[in-house]
């Protein structure tokens, strides 16, 4: 993360937030207390910011400022709000595409992805607020600046999101690898919202449960996996093939 990314002191980061400042995360030491302390506390619960306690040494690290056991990484994009977003799209005409990108941890594999969605018209990209890859420069720089072009939606469960875009009437498809099914034999002509799953682990069987559909790409070589922005590519490029 670089420095003009990140935030100094307890006063500093409530201030930002106040101030509506997009906060990835917080980093906060371990056995901090006081009235400012306990008022950041209930900002960062009200607001939903993840928090991680580490040691001073962690912090120390990080800035040789008086940091005063917080510092925070602010996001250089800022969110959209999912439902507002998915209606907008649904009624401009256009056939909705997003993805949705469960777990996914590489800021650069993320990066690579924003970029693709860019260049392929997907109306917008959710991840999950806790344990998915922040939006950092390194992520704006690996998306050519798509990051800038491509409204990003955070939501608490990727499963919430999936409940809504099926709601929505749009039709939820998982890139895996576990199945039969073929990427070149489904219709992705109607509303369609993509799950993309982490580098290690694919989609959680939790989210797979709940698709409509699983749709896999045909592997000719050894490796039984694509890099994860890859596959993303193949996925999005049948999309915009079918859709032409």
Same mark, same amino acid.
């Given at each position: 993360? /670089?420095?003009?990314?990140? +935030?100094?002191?307890?006063?500093?980061?409530?201030?930002?937030?106040?101030?509506?400042?997009?906060?990835?995360?917080?980093?906060?030491?371990?056995?901090?207390?006081?009235?400012?302390?306990?008022?950041?506390?209930?900002?960062?619960?009200?607001?939903?910011?993840? !928090?991680?306690?580490?040691?001073?040494?962690?912090?120390?690290?990080?800035?040789?400022? /008086?940091?005063?056991?917080?510092?925070?990484?602010?996001?250089?994009?800022?969110?959209?709000?999912?439902?507002?977003?998915?209606?907008?799209?649904?009624?401009?005409?256009?056939?909705?595409?997003?993805?949705?990108?469960?777990?996914?941890?590489?800021?650069? /594999?993320?990066?690579?992805?924003?970029?693709?969605?860019?260049?392929?018209?997907?109306?917008?990209?959710?991840?999950?607020?806790?344990?998915?890859?922040?939006?950092?420069?390194?992520?704006?720089?690996?998306? !050519?600046?798509?990051?800038?072009?491509?409204?990003?939606?955070?939501?608490?469960?990727?499963?919430?999101? +999936?409940?809504?875009?099926?709601?929505?009437? +749009?039709?939820?498809?998982?890139?895996?690898?576990?199945?039969?099914?073929?990427?070149?034999? +489904?219709?992705?002509?109607?509303?369609?919202?993509?799950?993309?799953?982490?580098?290690?682990?694919?989609?959680?069987?939790?989210?797979?449960?709940?698709?409509?559909?699983? !749709?896999?790409?045909?592997?000719?070589?050894?490796?039984?996996?694509? /890099?994860?922005?890859?596959?993303?590519? !193949?996925?999005?490029?049948?999309?915009?093939?079918?859709?032409?």
């Amino acid at each position: 993360m /670089n420095k003009e990314d990140q +935030i100094f002191g307890i006063r500093a980061v409530i201030e930002a937030i106040q101030a509506g400042k997009t906060i990835d995360k917080v980093f906060i030491q371990k056995g901090l207390r006081g009235d400012l302390f306990s008022e950041l506390q209930q900002l960062l619960k009200q607001e939903g910011i993840t !928090a991680s306690f580490v040691p001073v040494e962690k912090l120390n690290r990080v800035t040789r400022k /008086n940091h005063q056991g917080v510092i925070a990484n602010v996001s250089p994009v800022t969110f959209h709000d999912m439902e507002n977003l998915v209606m907008q799209v649904i009624e401009s005409g256009d056939t909705p595409l997003f993805l949705l990108l469960d777990q996914l941890s590489d800021v650069r /594999n993320f990066g690579a992805i924003i970029r693709t969605a860019e260049c392929t018209g997907v109306h917008g990209i959710i991840i999950q607020k806790k344990g998915a890859a922040p939006v950092t420069a390194d992520t704006v720089k690996t998306s !050519a600046g798509a990051a800038y072009r491509v409204p990003i939606c955070r939501t608490d469960h990727i499963k919430d999101a +999936i409940y809504y875009l099926q709601a929505s009437g +749009i039709k939820v498809i998982g890139a895996t690898e576990k199945t039969e099914n073929s990427i070149y034999d +489904i219709k992705l002509d109607a509303p369609l919202a993509i799950v993309m799953g982490a580098e290690d682990k694919g989609i959680s069987p939790a989210v797979m449960k709940i698709l409509d559909e699983r !749709a896999a790409l045909p592997l000719k070589g050894e490796i039984g996996s694509l /890099n994860v922005s890859v596959a993303c590519g !193949a996925f999005l490029y049948e999309v915009v093939r079918q859709r032409l």
